[in-house]
């Protein structure tokens, strides 16, 4: 909705509004493994599933007095990020890391709890953020390009290998699952793509 916050967790400034004390939520997400008790002794493995990442980030405020900020300044730039029942479905709250090799791991989330921390010197708050996935994201470009100047492009389900238009191999080696996105251009006037 148009509003971002930066927390800088490798090199904070003395001058940052919001300094990381602690954060979770980012190591592998946890595996739901249900199991179905039998009469006699042991289970049966009904279905595994890896639960929704939940990330909790633990922020020291530190307004600028000087010009006349406040903690409660500082407290309702974070408020904006919760999103209200009314809104779409598909508003979340973008978490982008920025990890040592230039990459950046993605989540999206929605706020779902901010608690002020109390008994402490200074004034911190705790920010919950439930993921909708329990996987982060990597965002990787891969353009190909071929031209098609047939009137028509048929994919031949019954017969594969049929040489007929194009076709795509995605092969995966990493250990999560990927989400593969295909984005199509054309140059014709018209165009359909079943």
Do not use: W
């Amino acid at each position: 909705m148009g509003y971002s916050q930066t927390f800088n967790m490798s090199s904070p400034a003395q001058d940052d509004p919001y300094i990381i004390t602690s954060i979770t939520g980012l190591s592998n997400a946890d595996v739901n493994v249900n199991y179905q008790k039998t009469l006699y002794n042991g289970s049966i493995h009904m279905g595994s599933r890896a639960d929704e990442r939940e990330i909790v980030i633990e922020a020291r405020l530190n307004p600028s007095y000087a010009s006349g900020q406040t903690p409660a300044d500082l407290r309702d730039n974070l408020y904006r990020h919760l999103i209200p029942e009314g809104m779409s479905r598909n508003v979340y709250t973008k978490i982008s890391i920025r990890v040592d090799d230039g990459k950046t791991l993605i989540a999206k989330a929605r706020l779902s709890h901010i608690e002020s921390v109390l008994y402490t010197k200074q004034p911190a708050v705790q920010l919950t953020f439930k993921c909708n996935s329990p996987y982060l994201g990597v965002t990787t470009y891969v353009d190909y390009s071929q031209s098609i100047t047939t009137e028509s492009v048929e994919f031949d389900v019954v017969n594969p290998g049929a040489p007929v238009g194009f076709s795509m191999l995605i092969t995966s080696l990493k250990a999560s699952p990927d989400d593969i996105y295909i984005n199509n251009e054309t140059t014709s006037q018209h165009c359909n793509i079943t």
